[in-house]
């Protein structure tokens, strides 16, 4: 999970960063104050966590380069920096990538993250706070690279992370708990979700919140749940490795009439012929790059399963880190077949689950795979159909994965040239559910609220 994105004297996160987004009148108010650092009400850390909390200063940052062992690796499948102090304390700095404009950058490659600290010279020019940040070359993530970690004055309208410090005794969290596991709502309803902390004493956190179906029911980023189509999903708080569900299900008032009807269309149906306008040119590779086994699965029934088989670079080749999904192979009814795709990795998908299997009817499965989703670059998501006449792509679109809803089941994925046309909408024709409806697997076009 990346976390939120936010300007620099901002409190609330943002999905877009532009100039005008940015309010004047607080530019002034620390030009004019000579203020060097944040005060409370401008500080994210301190208004979402607590008076408790604040973001650490630059100067705080430095210490941290000057006095302490910088390891960059992998902890909970994401990268980041271990950083390690003289008395053998540590901490993990995820890296989070950075927002620019709409765009999403370098996830995996370093660290960007907002100090407290500003650099407010002169009214004339850009205003600019300092970040903390460090970059690496080299290809190979699971390597010391050559690191670059430094502070640095930026456009304060840029998106970053937070790291929030505090000076309190920290007391962890063992469990978190949610006011309700069940919320029956109809259409255009709000009500507010609540998660507390057991202990009730413990170091606060920050909840996260999010929806496995957006089109039925959308939450944000304070639990407030607004019901959007008749249907149902799972509400989630999470924090850190804590979740708690809430079910939902929305039914329409009697007097509803809806302001638009989505478009539905049929992607595939068993026995039917598979329609390739819905399946882009895959990304194939030559036989003699050396692949390695990530991992091997047998699904469905001892009568009619199959098993999968997903396989990754080694270490090293083409400059991608090992794991990287290459080929998929399928071993169904006495046969084998092989898709090859760049796009599939193996700690990006579904929460860190390699694929999703979900059986249709009688001896049908369809297999979701999906792709990483880098920058400005969307990943791909692939849908295979496999059954005893053997297994066939169905789907292979780019696109940016929002949700997914295990009961009843629909993935939310929006074009990755989406448009926002308001701060929170997106253009109709640009998000869809994919689901399954009498065996058949289907797309319709929806209406997605976002902050």
Known sequence: ???????????????????????????????????????????????????????????????????????????????????????????????????????????????????????FEDPEREPKAWQFCSTSDGPDKSKNRNMIITLVPLSIQSGRSIRPVTEKHFVPISDITLNRTELKMTIGDENTLTAGFIPEDATKKNIYWRSGNSAVAYVDINGKVTAISDGKCTITAVCGEFKKECQVTVVKPQDYVPVKQGKVTTIYEFGKEVNDSLIDEFVDYPDSLILKEVFKTRVGSIFDGFTVTLSGFERDARDRDPGDFCLVTIQTAGKEYQFKNADWVTNDLFENNYFYCLPVGKSHYLLFLRGFDYGCCPGVLTVLAVDKSGARVVYNKECTFDELNIEPFSITIQHWYAEYVSKYKVDYSSAYNLFVEDGVLKMKSIELLRE
């Open 1 to 119: 999970m990346n976390g939120d994105f936010f300007a620099w004297g901002e409190t609330v996160p943002r999905k877009e960063f532009v100039q005008n987004y940015y309010l004047k009148p607080k530019q002034d108010h620390y030009y004019e104050g000579k203020l060097t650092v944040l005060e409370p009400s401008d500080d994210a850390a301190t208004v979402l966590w607590g008076e408790d909390w604040r973001l650490p200063t630059k100067e705080e940052f430095q210490e941290l380069i000057d006095k302490c062992q910088w390891e960059w690796k992998q902890q909970d499948y994401h990268w980041g920096y271990k950083v390690t102090g003289q008395n053998g304390n540590s901490i993990f700095l995820p890296a989070g990538g950075f927002k620019m404009e709409r765009r999403w950058l370098y996830e995996s490659d370093g660290l960007y993250y907002w100090t407290g600290s500003c650099k």
